[in-house]
Nanobody, 117 residues
Framework: QVQLVESGGGLVQAGGSLRLSCTVSGSTFSILNMAWYRQALGKQRELVAG???????VYEASVKGRFTISRDNAKNTAYLQMNSLKVEDTAVYYC???????????WGQGTQVTVSS
């Protein structure tokens, strides 16, 4: 059974930083494309950043230059470093893994990020 567990969320003031972690178990991490999504209250879930098995990152426009996605295959963990946080970054952040063969997707339970003004 594949499990993704996020951690690192919390309450931070605007301008601050947080680092989210997503640890995967039950699957070979190196064959998963990883991504972070977020869902603010009353809004649809949106892609924040993604990183492929080769390590090439992509970012949603509003977080470019502020957020950095990375992965450590030895630790089965993906990260999202979030700097210069804004109130509008407040959301539940979800980690997703997608197999490069077959396309099966797996989601974490989410972690709350709240940015205060």
């Amino acid at each position: 059974q594949v499990q993704l567990v996020e951690s690192g969320g919390g309450l931070v003031q605007a301008g601050g930083s947080l680092r989210l972690s997503c640890t995967v178990s039950g699957s070979t991490f190196s064959i998963l494309n990883m991504a972070w999504y977020r869902q603010a209250l009353g809004k649809q879930r949106e892609l924040v950043a993604g990183i492929g098995v080769g390590g090439s990152p992509v970012y949603e426009a509003s977080v470019k230059g502020r957020f950095t996605i990375s992965r450590d295959n030895a630790k089965n963990t993906a990260y999202l470093q979030m700097n210069s946080l804004k109130v509008e970054d407040t959301a539940v952040y979800y980690c997703k893994g997608r197999r490069i063969v077959g396309g099966s997707e797996y989601w974490g339970q989410g972690t709350q990020v709240t940015v205060s003004s």
